[in-house]
């Protein structure tokens, strides 16, 4: 009966999170492209003309632009650390307490 109690708890959990994880996401990519767009708008004059920095500024540009780059991939694998570390401590708990 507890484990039932438990799976059904995981996948209620799984749901909710999957469903909300959307807007901290959004707010992170808002944030990373503010930061990026500060540093355009405040960078000194030489940096304008600096093939490096004009280079290295459409990369982050490029990293931020899409659902499927780099900094979107972290929070897929973040959720999927998270969801299993929080079954095997359930796995734990249940095992223990046999």
């Known amino acids: 009966m507890l484990f039932v109690l438990l799976m059904m708890f995981c996948s209620a959990a799984s749901s909710y999170v999957n469903s909300n994880t959307i807007y901290g996401r959004i707010t992170v990519r808002s944030f990373l492209i503010a930061d990026i767009n500060r540093k355009a708008c405040t960078t000194s004059y030489p940096n304008l003309t600096d093939e490096t920095f004009i280079k290295l500024s459409s ?8 659902n ?6 972290i929070w897929e694998t973040l959720a999927s650390l998270m969801k299993n570390s929080i079954g095997f401590i359930i796995y734990l708990f249940l095992l223990v307490s046999l």
């Open 59 to 66: 990369k982050a540009q490029q990293a931020i632009s899409g």
């Open 68 to 73: 499927r780059e780099a900094t979107e991939a």
